[in-house]
């Protein structure tokens, strides 16, 4: 095979990539304020083009705002999926984003539906834990999400059937009880009538059109170790990023 020489990430990217960072593991609060452009030009050695070409990433991302006063943190309504929380709670300790709140509405073991049997290969009506839970901030609802995991880790770990917030998340539980590690996921997005389970918790009538966003997640051993359906509240969007080589 002929070598190939990889292309390094522009400077603006590690620049927007270093703060996006600070701002999802909450070293940067909402409303914080970034340094000036020419900070930013001086502190990295860039030119000052090159450091607001990095503020102009952010903004388009949707993490920052700029005003004649400076560069403010602002997530705005951004959506917080799984995937962003997995990756918040092992950088940060916390898979909330400032100003965030959870409910647990509940936690229990069910009888796994066609769907959640698949992704656990298990027979239809096995013992799964369900953990549904409503997250909120200032503009409202965020989603209500609904979680499945495997049955037996009802007994490695009662807290999964318990109302009571986990002090790391189900990933972080899991962890530390079984050492499983969450290693590859998958995430599906797609547009789901609400169901009337859900309508009073997301403030949605039944059956209107809601975004959704499905992950399912491996560990080490290839082993489906949690697999959720989040529905987003009204106005709420998802986004991704990454370089492109």
């Known amino acids: 095979m002929t070598p190939k020489i990889e292309r390094s990430t522009p400077p603006f990217m590690q620049i927007a990539t270093h703060f996006r960072a600070k701002i ?17 030009a001086s502190d990295w050695g860039v030119a000052s083009a090159t450091a607001a070409k990095a503020i102009k990433q952010l903004q388009a991302e949707r993490y920052v705002r700029s005003t004649s006063q400076g560069t403010f943190v602002d997530l705005g309504r951004r959506q917080t999926t799984g995937p962003d929380r997995l990756q918040m709670l092992r950088v940060g300790g916390s898979g909330f984003r400032p100003g965030e709140r959870v409910e647990i509405l509940d936690a229990q073991l069910v009888s796994a539906s066609a769907e ?15 953990r549904r839970r409503r997250y909120l901030d200032d503009e409202g609802v965020v989603s209500v999400s609904t979680s499945w995991l495997s049955g037996e880790l009802a007994d490695s ?9 986990l002090p790391k998340m189900t990933f972080g539980l899991i962890e530390d009880r079984t050492g499983r590690i ?22 949605l009538e039944p059956g209107t059109p809601a975004l959704t966003m499905t992950n399912q997640y491996w560990d080490q051993y290839g082993t489906t170790t949690e697999y959720a359906t989040d529905f987003l509240g ?3 969007m998802l ?7």
Request: proline content about 8%.
């Open 24 to 40: 999802v593991n909450g070293e940067l609060a909402p409303d914080a304020q970034l340094p000036a452009i020419t900070t930013i």
């Open 116 to 130: 959640v049997a698949e992704a656990f290969e298990v027979n239809e009506g096995a013992s799964v834990v369900q």
């Open 157 to 165: 770990a009662p807290e999964l059937i318990s109302t009571e917030p």
């Open 182 to 203: 969450v290693v590859r996921r998958r995430d599906l997005v797609s547009l789901r009538p609400v169901p009337d389970s859900l309508a009073e918790w997301l403030d």
């Open 234 to 236: 009204a106005g709420r």
């Open 239 to 245: 986004s991704a990023e990454q370089d492109v080589a």
